[in-house]
């Protein structure tokens, strides 16, 4: 955190300790108004405030091996490559497909072969057992004077089982065909599967290339590890490998340290000046400010709040995604006040007092009441006045209360 009385307090500060010989001297420092205004400074990058994302489309759960992609920030036209990738896991799964298909189709021929020869083994056998059945009932055995009665019984119990054959058969016959049918609408099942197996990975083989949808420039997305996307990296479908941004449109991302996030707001004025052009001067203002700080890289725990400001001069032959660049944010209006280190002001509840020094050098507790303050000084509304003395640190001898 930095505002413009920061030096002049910090002169004063060791001016006095300079000047005071004696051990164990209490820093202190004297009161001047003077013109203040609270500012954060901050490191982040442009980026578009548009842009279209180029996502990996293939149709699979398995992740895809880039064959080839482009380099970061190059210009492409609609129609260019961007992205190629590795069609050989889906040439393989579209052999294999094609193999079992293959195998099936030999499955479903051979079982049809099968039924249309059992079916007529049965329709033999029904025709032999049909014709006894009629013998047996032209040459009917019925006469007393010419058969025993055994041999009667005999002739009559052959009927009954040709009629009985002929109905088992003619069951065994159905129900051979109506289980060949289900084998058969198995095979037919299993066929269709690999054949929408075969059809994805080739729609897969189809999209092995990425393109731009319009001119632009290729902004290459880092993964959770900050890498960014290269030849041989394995990507899983419906991930963003890159972007094309709108340059007409571009915003700055700031990246602000927890601990210094103090008194942001949107619509505060914002100065930019950009690494690779340090002479010229951007504006913007503040747009957006994340809900939650998140480290910036999983290594390191420091804690980033992400401020979004949009840039009040649109310059594309200048303002690239990626440019890296140095903010400076405003997070209170110029004012002449009198601002002390944020250390010398001590708080219980509602309370706030800073040590004042009297004529006599002793020191009293002095109520104050503080305004806008930053990460290392404050305001004070009332309270103190110009010329006043007060304590950097608290004193270790009694005070008295004022």
């Not at 990626?322 to 209006?333: E, I, K, N, W």
């Amino acid at each position: 955190m930095r505002n413009t009385a920061q030096l002049v307090v910090l002169a004063v500060f060791v001016f006095i300790v300079s000047c005071t010989p004696e051990k164990n001297k209490i820093p202190e420092m004297k009161i001047q108004k003077q013109e203040i205004q609270f500012s954060l400074q901050a490191q982040g990058e442009l980026e578009a405030l548009k842009s279209t994302p180029i996502i990996a489309t293939a149709k699979t759960q398995k992740p895809q091996t880039l064959a080839w992609i482009i380099e970061q920030y190059s210009y492409v036209k609609k129609g260019d490559l961007i992205a190629q990738f590795d069609g050989v896991p889906f040439q393989l799964e579209v052999d294999a497909a094609q193999y079992e298909i293959n195998k099936l189709l030999f499955s479903r021929a051979q079982k049809e072969r099968e039924m249309d020869l059992s079916i007529e083994d049965f329709n033999n056998e029904e025709t032999v057992v049909n014709f006894e059945y009629l013998m047996a009932q032209k040459f009917n055995i019925n006469n007393p004077m010419l058969y025993t009665k055994i041999e009667m019984i005999e002739a009559a119990d052959n009927v009954d089982f040709l009629q009985a054959k002929t109905q088992h058969l003619n069951k065994m016959e159905k129900h051979y065909k109506d289980k060949s049918k289900s084998e058969v609408g198995l095979i037919n099942s299993q066929s269709q599967l690999q054949q929408s197996k075969m059809a994805m990975n080739q729609s897969n083989l189809n999209q092995l290339e990425i393109r731009a949808p319009h001119a632009g420039i290729v902004v290459l997305k880092a993964s959770w590890d900050g890498s960014l996307p290269i030849a041989g990296k394995s990507v899983f479908p419906g991930m963003k490998i890159a972007s094309l941004p709108d340059l007409s449109q571009m915003k700055a991302k700031i990246y602000l340290p927890e601990i210094e996030a103090v008194g942001l707001k949107k619509g505060q004025k914002v100065e930019i000046r950009l690494h690779a052009f340090p002479q010229q001067l951007f504006t913007g203002t503040l747009s957006q400010i994340s809900k939650t700080a998140q480290p910036k890289k999983r290594d390191n725990p420091v804690k980033y709040f992400i401020v979004s400001v949009l840039i009040d001069q649109q310059d594309s032959s200048r303002l690239m995604p990626g440019q890296r660049l140095q903010a400076t944010l405003f997070t209170s209006d110029k004012q002449m006040a009198i601002a002390v280190p944020i250390q010398t002001i001590f708080r219980e509840g509602q309370q706030s007092w800073v040590y004042l020094k009297t004529s006599d050098g002793k020191y009293v507790k002095k109520d104050v009441r503080t305004g806008e303050c930053s990460s290392s000084q404050c305001i004070v509304q009332t309270g103190l006045q110009e010329g006043d003395v007060i304590a950097l640190t608290q004193p270790q001898t009694k005070t008295k209360e004022s």
